[in-house]
Nanobody
Framework: VQLVESGGGLVQAGDSLRLSCAAATGIFKDYAMGWFRQAPGKEREFVAAISWNAISTDYVDSVKGRFTISRDNAKNAVYLQMNSLKPEDTAVYYC???????????????????WGQGTQVTVSS
């Protein structure tokens, strides 16, 4: 089973991008999902998470009000809408599955068990 991210690219500050993460099967309809990012020379960090039923979401402070996480379980997909992008948002973005049925949201990488290959987002000033 694989997760495949898409939607990254090179944009200017203030622009928007929508990242998608898709799985070939409905493996995560009962699982919380998360987005993480890793900038050059930095550790991977939490960005956003969404509960299995999409009722709850969580965001790192630096993206609150600019990014929105959503999911469509019928399409086996999770999304990250990124608005008002800043140069400091430049990173490889990864989606991940928290493979525990109906689990609470988590910001810890250790709680996520399946990762995509990442998609590059570059924001120029």
């Amino acid at each position: 089973v694989q997760l495949v991210e898409s939607g990254g690219g090179l944009v200017q500050a203030g622009d928007s991008l929508r990242l998608s993460c898709a799985a070939a099967t409905g493996i995560f309809k009962d699982y919380a999902m998360g987005w993480f990012r890793q900038a050059p020379g930095k550790e991977r960090e939490f960005v956003a998470a969404i509960s299995w039923n999409a009722i709850s979401t969580d965001y790192v402070d630096s993206v609150k009000g600019r990014f929105t996480i959503s999911r469509d379980n019928a399409k086996n997909a999770v999304y990250l809408q990124m608005n008002s992008l800043k140069p400091e948002d430049t990173a490889v973005y990864y989606c991940a599955v928290r493979p525990t049925n109906w689990a609470a949201l988590s910001r810890s990488m250790d709680d996520y068990g399946l990762w995509g290959q990442g998609t590059q987002v570059t924001v120029s000033s």
